[in-house]
């Protein structure tokens, strides 16, 4: 079993940065992929990022240049920075890590973007 504890949520104006950091219970990142998941009220949830076990990532094109996924793989942990934050980008922000049938989520975390 893996927990994930998503921090770093909250209210930002458009234009606006956020910083969301991944806790995991234990040192995973050599074997899982890591990703952050996103769902917005009325729509599914969908991938933001994602950062392979080797290292290489990818984006959904709404994102790419504005978000950057990285991990430090001796505190175990996986942060997303958000920039140029839009309206369109509130939603709850889900923590994922996955290794062929095993398949763990964070609690989410939510993320506002409003003037």
């Known amino acids: 079993q893996v927990q994930l504890v998503e921090s770093g949520g909250g209210l930002v104006q458009p234009g606006g940065s956020l910083r969301l950091s991944c806790a995991a219970s234990?040192?995973?990142?050599?074997?899982?992929?890591m990703g952050w998941y996103r769902q917005a009220p009325g729509k599914q949830r969908e991938l933001v990022a994602l950062?392979?076990?080797?290292?290489?990532?990818n984006y959904v094109d709404s994102v790419k240049g504005r978000f950057t996924i990285s991990r430090d793989n001796a505190k175990n942990t996986v942060h997303i920075q958000m920039n140029s934050l839009k309206p369109e980008d509130t939603a709850v922000y889900y923590c994922?890590?996955?290794?062929?049938?095993?398949?763990?989520w964070g609690q989410g975390t939510q993320v506002t973007v409003s003037s």
């Open positions: 994922n890590a996955h290794k062929y049938i095993n398949n763990y």
């Open positions: 234990r040192s995973i990142f050599r074997v899982y992929a």
């Open positions: 950062i392979a076990s080797g290292g290489s990532t």
